[in-house]
Nanobody, 117 residues
Framework: QVQLVESGGGLVQAGGSLRLSCKAAGSTISIYAMGWYRQVPGKQRELVATITSGGSTNYADSVKGRFTISRDNAENLVFLQMNSLKPEDTAVYYC???????????WGQGTQVTVSS
């Protein structure tokens, strides 16, 4: 059973930057496409960025040009560099499998990102 642990969130002013990390333990994630998702209370979880095992990336329109997803397959890590943050980016951010791979049933605890105006 894979355990996903997200970290790096915090409180930042609009225009600032944060770098999120996701560490997977228990099994390799290197063969899977991974994604960063975010959720605001009362709303559905939203997929904001994906990266294939080979490193191809894709982004939701709302974050394109501001967020960059990357991965370190040797260390079982996935990152999300977030620049030019906006108050509407405020959410709990999670990582999990994505694209053609069904997300793991057990999600990590997520990491809270709060952007003040």
């Amino acid at each position: 059973q894979v355990q996903l642990v997200e970290s790096g969130g915090g409180l930042v002013q609009a225009g600032g930057s944060l770098r999120l990390s996701c560490k997977a333990a228990g099994s390799t994630i290197s063969i899977y496409a991974m994604g960063w998702y975010r959720q605001v209370p009362g709303k559905q979880r939203e997929l904001v960025a994906t990266i294939t095992s080979g490193g191809s990336t894709n982004y939701a329109d709302s974050v394109k040009g501001r967020f960059t997803i990357s991965r370190d397959n040797a260390e079982n890590l996935v990152f999300l560099q977030m620049n030019s943050l906006k108050p509407e980016d405020t959410a709990v951010y999670y990582c999990n499998r994505a694209l053609q791979y069904v997300p793991y049933v057990v999600w990590g605890q997520g990491t809270q990102v709060t952007v003040s105006s």
